[in-house]
């Protein structure tokens, strides 16, 4: 398939049948803790990357086939950043009236100052944008956005947002040790949330790996003091767990390639659940696919992780 991968295990949304709207790495912030590697080059051009027709025809294709085994949730998250694509309200709407699944989109929410996209955006059932600093400083530290996506748009847009919007609001802040775990930092997240007034705050930790090698988790210490200074909504969302579809593709190869686009993943995590003969393909095929040159292994927090090729991570690991 092009479009639609899974349904994967989500730290958030229970088994979630992605949409990808937009080709890989296409994105207006390069953050340091990037699972899919340096956004090269920045861009911050709103296009119908892909024919929107398409997707849906994707999309239905798939609701029809997974009747017994239907998804926790749809979900818009791009290799990169959503929201650059013209055509996602169209398509939030097309899914929206052909299933009852409910739909999410996944967003670094720096476009939500443009009222298309806040219109786009509210006929979803949740939105989970993304807040990392509190500060223009910090912002440009870990976010390392488009030059024309300013700290101050970014807030504008989220706290225009939530005036606009009528389902769950979902903020998520990525913690990287040193960075944005202290309580200065913290403080400053908060002062910021509490002009947003989301639903929840998720607070994850970059498990998978960075495009910067030096990005670290935050210590146990780092995370009770968010969640102190955060507030009774904060919660830590924890590594996803459940069983990866390899089913749905013409072949497993395809699958494989799917995920490891999107979501780069060891090896044990993937062939976890599966029979012992499924355990050996999967090896046989993962090694291929390096072989050719299609994906790399990437060694952080001392695991290695599979991942596309084409995703520029620094090779070398210095946990």
Request: glycine share 6%; with cysteine; hydrophobic share 35%.
């Amino acid at each position: 398939m092009n479009y639609v991968f899974g349904p994967v295990p989500s730290r958030r949304l229970g088994m979630s049948l992605g949409v990808d709207t937009i080709p890989l790495k296409t994105c207006n912030w390069n953050c340091v803790y990037c699972q899919l590697g340096r956004t090269i080059p920045l861009t911050n051009k709103r296009l119908e990357y892909f024919p929107r027709r398409s997707i849906f025809a994707e999309v239905a294709k798939e609701i029809s086939s997974l009747q017994s085994q239907k998804p926790d949730w749809i979900t818009f998250v791009g290799s990169g950043e959503p929201t650059l694509h013209t055509g996602l309200g169209w398509l939030i709407r097309a899914v929206k009236s052909s299933t009852d699944i409910p739909v999410a989109v996944i967003t670094n929410g720096s476009l939500l100052y443009l009222p298309e996209v806040c219109e786009e955006l509210c006929a979803a059932d949740a939105v989970l944008p993304t807040l990392d600093a509190g500060t223009p400083k910090l912002y440009k530290k870990i976010n390392r956005p488009h030059p024309s996506i300013t700290f101050e748009r970014l807030i504008d847009g989220l706290i225009a947002f939530r005036k606009e919007y009528s389902g769950w609001l979902w903020l998520e802040i990525m913690l990287v040790r040193g960075l944005n775990d202290t309580e200065q930092a913290l403080q400053d997240i908060s002062a910021a949330v509490e002009r947003i007034y989301p639903d929840e705050i998720h607070i994850n930790i970059p498990d998978r790996p960075p495009s910067e090698t030096w990005v670290q988790p935050p210590d146990t210490e780092g995370l009770l003091r968010a969640q102190a200074i955060l507030g009774r909504t904060a919660r830590v969302v924890h590594p996803a767990t459940g069983t990866f579809h390899l089913d749905k593709c013409n072949t497993i190869t395809e699958a494989v390639m799917d995920i490891i686009t999107r979501h780069p993943i060891r090896r044990e995590d993937l062939v976890k659940n599966l029979p012992r003969e499924m355990e050996e393909k999967l090896k046989m095929i993962l090694d291929e696919l390096v072989a050719r040159g299609k994906a790399r292994i990437i060694k952080r927090y001392g695991y290695k992780f599979y991942c596309a090729a084409s995703t520029h991570h620094q090779t070398k690991d210095h946990s």
